[in-house]
Structures are given as C-alpha cells and as structure tokens.
C-alpha cells in the first residue's frame, strides 16, 4: 500500500512533537513554580521579587518576535531553536549559584530572552509539517499539559528532600533531553520568497491580523491576573495550600480535555468562534470568582481553565499560521507568543495589582470580567467591517 510508508512517516514525526512538547513544558514545571520561593530563600524583599518575576513577560513581549523574525530572514530556524535552548540552560544553571539582587536580575534577562522563542519555533514547525491536518494541533500540544503534570508533584517531592536547587537540575536535564529531540524534529525552513521587511509589512498591514492581536491580548490579560492573583484570593477565602494545589490539578485536566478536543472544536467553529468561545469563557471565570463565598467552590471554576487557555492557544496558533505570508510563519507565530506571553500577561499583573490594592480581590476580578466583555463586543462589531488589502503574487 503506498500510503503507509507516509503514515509511519507521520506517526513518528508525530511523536516527536509530542516528546518535545512533553518535555519542555516538564522542564517547565521543575522550575517555576520554584523561582520566587529561591528569590525568598535568598533574602530578598518582596519589591525585589516582584521585579525579578515580571522581567520574562516583559522581554518575551519583543524576544519572541525578534528570533522568529530572524529565524525566517536567515533560514537558521533549527540553530537557532538549539541556540536558544542551550542558552536556556545555561542561564538557569548560573541562576542556581547566583545570590546577588543584580547578578539574578542579568541571568533572569537573559533567560527570559533565550526561552522566549522555542515554544513559537516548535509550534511554527509543529503546523508545517500537520500540514492538511493542522486540526490536529491540540493532539501535540497537550502533551505538554502531560509534562507539566507529571513533573511538577515528582520535582516537588525533590526538592521538598533534596533542596531548592534541584529544581535548577531539574530544569537543565530535561530541557537537554528536549534539545536532544530537538535534533530530530522536522524544523520548518521555508523561504519567504521575498524580502524578509516587505513579508513583515504585508503581515502587519493586515486589519484583521491586527484585530486578531487586540483579541489575544485581551484575553493575556485576563489570564496575567488570573495567574498573578487567584492563590492570594483563595488564601483570603481561608484555602489551604492542599487546596491551592487540587486547583492546579484540576485547571491542568481541563487543559487536556480541551486540547485532545481542540481539533474538533477547530473543524466545527473555526478559529473566530474558537477564540471568541475562550473569552466568553474567561469573562464567566473573573464573574463567577467574584460571587464565591467558599474556596472549593473555585475548584468548580477551575473546569473553565481549558477554554480560557488551551482553546485561546490552539485558535490562536492556528489563526497565526494561516495569517503568515509564505515564509513568515516563526515571525507571526513569535508576535503572537509575544503580545499574549509577553505584552498582556505583564499588563494584567500591573492592573490586577493596581485593583487588587485599590478595589479589593471582589471586584477585581468583577470589573475585569467586564472591561473584557466590553473589549470582546467592541471586537465582534468591528470584525464585520474590516477588509484587509487584496495581497499581491508576492506577499503569499
């Protein structure tokens, strides 16, 4: 039969994906949840802190799109993915020995530049080689919410015997076995066909594109206060940290559902519909948290994480893809990843914590959900009336 060697073909380019995506965002787990209790453990204050941790965002907010930019000028996406990962590593190994409120803040820099980047790359590459199964997108990628879960509970128990600084290891380990696989992934290097500045200004002059990022970014917002604030909100409700981490453990089974189910939501609602579902969803989220008395009701909640999350991601990649003129795909992939990682998750931590101090956690969380419902109407209206310039043989 001639089609199997092209299936057997797809089944293991598959598999790596998954192995990847698996093991970047198990690397993940083994060192985030972590930084600010090393930050702690050093002493430092809790300005400090807050500096230290809202310094990714904001370097992912241009990092993202200037490595995939570059990626596709140059064609060197998979040395550049290596390169971005092997500096990943590095930076987070001098992290562990780092004690210096200065030292931290330049490898925290670096870090954060040097992770910016891959999971865009991968996605862009993960998407050329689907191909005509792009749907199929979420199968990938919640492979990742897999690592995740079952590297968070088995680091914890390390660190929880062996000391903060196996998170450190942790993290350097995995990501090295993920540069490994790196090695073998189908990397897209598709040329532009065009200068690299003329694919850049064809993107950008797309109304619907820049529609698209406005979405997104409303929706990163929401989430920046999301990640940022709901703990400190389940600690007022009286939560334990037990509880705290069940609720963990509940966002990340909603993930995996909505990603293994992303593929037919995706063939029935499109990208539009799709992204539009994960917002309404995020509103019914910051309104439901506001009228809670009790902290398991969060847990209940919590099932809204894989709209508000995993289905944004999966439109959100896809709509990046098809929005790519030939070419540019690592390019569109990094601005998205930039303006939602980056750009709204920094903002939502700033305005959470401007309403959180001024407003109280309550209406918080209310007034949120409403500015966010306001932007997503304001947005539908405006999608019916932007035409975007008929492109020209080049700029596809």
Not at 40 to 65: C, D, H, M, N, Y
Not at 190 to 214: C, D, K
Not at 304 to 313: D, K
Not at 343 to 363: D, E, I, K, M, S
């Amino acid at each position: 039969m001639p089609d199997e060697p092209n299936q057997s073909n797809s089944r293991r380019q598959d598999t790596l994906f998954k192995t990847f995506y698996f093991l970047f965002f198990a690397g993940l787990a083994a060192l985030m949840p972590f930084l600010a209790l090393y930050y702690e453990g050093l002493g430092l204050s809790g300005r400090q802190i807050g500096v230290l941790t809202a310094i990714p965002p904001l370097i992912a907010l241009f990092a993202a799109s200037l490595w995939g930019g570059l990626a596709d000028a140059t064609h060197q996406h998979r040395r550049l993915l290596g390169l971005a990962m092997a500096g990943a590593i590095v930076c987070v190994l001098a992290l562990s020995q780092a004690s210096s409120f200065l030292l931290l803040g330049v490898l925290i820099v670096g870090y954060a530049f040097f992770f910016a980047p891959i999971n865009p790359l991968v996605d862009n590459s993960a998407m050329e080689m689907l191909g005509e199964r792009k749907n199929q997108y979420g199968q990938l990628r919640l492979w990742g919410a897999i690592g995740w879960g079952v590297s968070a509970p088995l680091i914890g128990r390390l660190v929880e015997t062996h000391g903060l600084r196996w998170s450190f290891l942790g993290y350097a380990l995995i990501m090295a076995l993920g540069l490994v696989v790196i090695l073998r992934l189908p990397i897209s290097e598709t040329s532009i066909g065009s200068s690299f500045w003329h694919g850049f200004r064809v993107l950008m002059a797309r109304r619907r594109w820049i529609l698209f990022l406005i979405v997104v970014f409303v929706a990163g917002l929401g989430a920046g206060i999301l990640n940022n604030y709901l703990f400190l909100y389940m600690n007022q409700l009286g939560a334990s940290e037990t509880l705290m981490g069940l609720a963990l453990t509940v966002a990340t089974l909603s993930e995996l559902t909505v990603f293994a189910l992303s593929g037919r939501m995706l063939q029935r609602w499109g990208t539009g519909r799709m992204l539009a579902a994960s917002i309404v969803a995020m509103v019914i989220r910051m309104l439901a948290y506001s009228v809670v008395t009790t902290p398991w009701a969060v847990l209940v909640i919590q099932l809204l994480h894989g709209f508000t999350f995993a289905a944004l991601w999966t439109a959100g990649v896809s709509y990046a893809n098809s929005a790519a003129p030939r070419g540019m795909g690592a390019t569109a992939q990094g601005v998205f990843s930039g303006v939602t990682m980056g750009l709204a998750a920094a903002t939502g931590a700033f305005v959470g914590g401007w309403l959180y101090q001024g407003v109280g956690p309550v209406l918080m969380f209310r007034w949120a959900g409403i500015g966010i419902a306001l932007a997503l109407l304001v947005a539908a209206l405006a999608s019916r009336y932007l035409v975007d310039p008929q492109p020209t043989a080049a700029s596809v």
